[in-house]
């Protein structure tokens, strides 16, 4: 424990669900603007700002750190099967809806009663293996892979805490041993690194947030870490805009080092500059931002559908406009509006009831093991 702790660690770090909504309205955007223009030069510049592909990082940091905080930094008691029940409410139900919602809307010109027993019945579509959410099929919600990522691996968050709680080095040698990996074994190593630096800010977080942290080099050099950040957060496209030598590429190739892992660094700092900054936090903590974090998960399920229909009257957007930026505007507009109500709805009517259910059930459940190290 670090010494001049600026207070009490909070039980709920608001801001940082600030931070995760600006984060899913970035993948929002990201998706818009690149759904008909993906390889304009327009296109390309305005995803180093709006870099939805690479959101899926600070979100799977932003996930290991939050769901570690409150058993590393608080050091409440974690028990795993509770733990995997509430977790589970979490995520799934709304992802559950989601799935069924894109399958109605995708097969909407022809819906009828054989349609629908094709789909939920005979299950021709594979629509049951999507909705299983365990292994990663991707038919009716593109995004899908990410949130099969999510629960997985946040199921290896109660061992992370026990290796959190023996040793902050131990996480550091973790992270070592998953880039030593690399990427032959792709997403499941991959982003256990993410979630294992979201560990390791729970491990940091009382030195972050302590008084003695502003006189570190890190806190020095704070403008220029995040500036190094950016540019890492942004390379992939970057690289899309000027095309990194074949040199880097053959040596990222042939020791596993992939975009993801870069982006994941980036997050990293991005996050604890959020922690050790009352300003930032001072501005994420707005009612409206807080709500953009509310309703952040509906965002980023919904926003793909609204995305899809939107574009289907593209050409009668340009026609009644008569001005493509106009028309676009305008779309965009509808999008927002789209994605905004439905995720409201989602996180109200859905996501709300099921976390509280998860939490009774879980209340119910007999201790298992438990992880308080």
């Known amino acids: 424990m670090a010494e001049n702790v600026t207070s009490n660690p909070p039980r709920h770090l608001g801001y940082l669900d600030?931070?995760?909504?600006?984060?899913?309205?970035?993948?929002?955007?990201?998706?818009?603007?690149?759904?008909?223009?993906?390889?304009?030069?327009?296109?390309?510049?305005?995803?180093?700002?709006?870099?939805?592909?690479?959101?899926?990082?600070?979100?799977?940091?932003?996930?290991?750190f939050v769901l570690s905080y409150k058993y590393v930094v608080l050091d409440q008691p974690l028990d795993i099967k509770r733990f995997y029940v509430t977790r589970f409410f979490r995520l799934w139900p709304a992802f559950f809806?989601?799935?069924?919602?894109?399958?109605?809307?995708?097969?909407?010109?022809?819906l009828d009663l054989h349609t629908l027993v094709d789909i939920f019945i005979k299950n021709k579509t594979s629509f049951w293996e999507e909705a299983i959410l365990i292994r990663?099929?991707?038919?009716?919600?593109?995004?899908?892979?990410?949130?099969?990522?999510?629960?997985?691996?946040?199921?290896?968050?109660?061992?992370?805490?026990?290796?959190?709680?023996?040793?902050t080095k131990v996480i550091c040698w973790m992270l070592v041993a998953y880039l030593l990996i690399g990427n032959n074994m792709r997403d499941l190593f991959m982003f256990h690194f993410h979630f294992g630096l979201g560990v390791l800010i729970s491990c940091l977080f009382n030195s972050i947030n302590s008084l003695s942290f502003k006189e570190t080099k890190w806190y020095k050099y704070r403008f220029l870490l995040l500036l190094v950040a950016f540019l890492l957060f942004s390379i992939r496209h970057i690289d899309r805009i000027w095309p990194l030598?074949?040199?880097?590429?053959?040596?990222?190739?042939?020791?596993?080092?992939?975009?993801?892992?870069?982006?994941?660094?980036?997050?990293?700092?991005?996050?604890?500059?959020?922690?050790?900054?009352?300003?930032?936090?001072?501005?994420?903590?707005?009612?409206?931002?807080?709500?953009?974090?509310?309703?952040?998960?509906?965002?980023?399920?919904?926003?793909?559908?609204?995305?899809?229909?939107?574009?289907?009257?593209?050409?009668?957007?340009?026609?009644?406009?008569g001005h493509r930026s106009i028309a676009?505007?305008?779309?965009?507009?509808?999008?927002?509006?789209?994605?905004?109500?439905?995720?409201?709805i989602l996180h109200y009517a859905v996501e709300l009831p099921f976390i509280s259910l998860g939490k009774r059930i879980a209340t119910k459940l007999k201790p298992s093991y438990n992880f308080n190290g």
Not at 34 to 45: D, E, G, R, S
Request: proline share 2%; glycine share 6%; charged share 10%.
């Open 136 to 167: 990663n099929r991707v038919n009716y919600y593109g995004a899908g892979w990410t949130l099969n990522l999510e629960l997985a691996l946040s199921f290896f968050i109660p061992f992370w805490v026990v290796l959190a709680k023996k040793h």
């Open 328 to 344: 676009l505007l305008a779309l965009f507009v509808v999008y927002t509006a789209i994605t905004f109500g439905l995720a409201t």
């Open 18 to 64: 600030a931070a995760r909504g600006l984060a899913a309205i970035m993948v929002m955007v990201y998706h818009f603007i690149n759904f008909k223009y993906l390889n304009t030069t327009t296109a390309k510049v305005a995803a180093t700002i709006f870099n939805g592909s690479d959101a899926v990082s600070l979100f799977f940091v932003l996930s290991g």
């Open 245 to 321: 030598p074949g040199k880097y590429q053959y040596l990222a190739g042939y020791f596993g080092i992939d975009f993801f892992h870069y982006t994941a660094v980036a997050s990293f700092v991005f996050i604890v500059a959020i922690i050790q900054s009352p300003k930032a936090q001072s501005i994420l903590e707005h009612g409206i931002l807080r709500f953009f974090g509310k309703i952040s998960f509906g965002i980023y399920l919904m926003h793909w559908a609204a995305v899809v229909d939107v574009f289907d009257y593209w050409e009668q957007a340009n026609r009644f406009f």
């Open 97 to 110: 809806v989601t799935i069924v919602l894109n399958a109605i809307n995708t097969n909407r010109a022809n």
